[in-house]
């Protein structure tokens, strides 16, 4: 395969394009609730396990 030769843009583009890249970069985007409440379920269930875990450990008789 061949690669497309690169167009040439005018500098004062070349700045525009770059400036509007920094501003998009540093914006907080969020996932929608459903992807949210799939990625956070499980990460705090499973903190409340290990703590659940380490505190009976903790609770054992010997």
Do not use: C, G, H
């Amino acid at each position: 395969m061949r690669k497309k030769p690169k167009e040439k843009i005018p500098f004062q583009e070349y700045q525009r394009m770059k400036a509007q890249d920094a501003k998009r970069k540093f914006k907080i985007k969020f996932y929608p609730w459903p992807v949210m409440a799939t990625i956070l379920l499980p990460a705090i269930l499973m903190i409340f396990m290990l703590i659940y875990y380490f505190s009976s450990i903790r609770n054992m008789p010997e």
